[in-house]
Structures are given as C-alpha cells and as structure tokens.
C-alpha cells in the first residue's frame, strides 16, 4: 500500500508563488505517472496536471497551463507542483495521486493511491 503526504499548502495573496510537495512511502513511486488534483469548496475533484514516469513529459488542465509546472525527484520518492501567479480561483484543497494507470491519464478513476491534501488558499 502506497501512502502519499503532501505538504506546502498555505494563505497566499494572488500573483504569488508557491510550491507543494508529495512524498510517498515506497518505491514503487518511480513505476507510474503521478498526479495532482484539487478540489474547490462545492465543487467535484478536478484534474490540475500529471507527470510520466520519467518526469520528461506532462500535462495540465487548461486554467493552470502556463502557470504550474510538475518535477519529480525518484531518487526521493517526491513530487512537486510549483504554482505561479496564482489566482483566487486556485483556492482549494489539493491531492497528489499515485499508481495511475495510463502514461498520462487525466481521469482520477486511473489513480489508486491519494494522499490527503494541503488546503491552499488564495486571497484577491
């Protein structure tokens, strides 16, 4: 069982950076891609981007491409979401996932393993 744990999520005035983080507990981290999803007050889980086993490629929802870029560190069982220019809209509680299945699957129906999320929240 793959345990995931982000962290990182914190208050943040729009326009600022910020940078959350996932680790997870065993190294079967480095055999499928990796995804981050958040979750607005009221609103469904929603796809934010995902990143291939190697880290080479990725993808992203429209709203955030260009704005947010996803690294892996294998080495250290650890993804990160760096989020610029942040906007209010942002604002939500966001989950890493892990054992997707898909080279980059967008669905989160094709993720096994969540973590719990980090609530990031962004002020006008």
């Known amino acids: 069982q793959v345990q995931l744990a982000e962290s990182g999520g914190r208050l943040v005035e729009a326009g600022d950076s910020l940078t959350l983080s996932c680790t997870a507990s065993?190294?079967?981290?480095?055999?499928?891609?990796m995804g981050w999803f958040r979750q607005a007050p009221g609103k469904e889980r929603e796809f934010v981007g995902v990143?291939?086993?190697?880290?080479?490629?990725?993808r992203f929802s429209d709203s955030v491409t260009g704005r947010f870029t996803i690294s892996r560190d294998n080495a250290n069982n650890t993804i990160y979401l760096q989020m610029n220019r942040v906007k209010p809209e942002d604002t939500a509680v966001y989950y890493c996932?892990?054992?997707?299945?898909?080279?980059?699957?967008?669905?989160?129906?094709?993720?096994?393993?969540w973590g719990q999320g980090t609530q990031v929240t962004v002020s006008s």
């Open positions: 065993e190294r079967t981290f480095i055999s499928t891609a």
């Open positions: 996932a892990d054992g997707a299945i898909g080279v980059l699957p967008t669905d989160s129906n094709l993720f096994r393993y």
């Open positions: 990143i291939g086993r190697s880290g080479a490629n990725q």
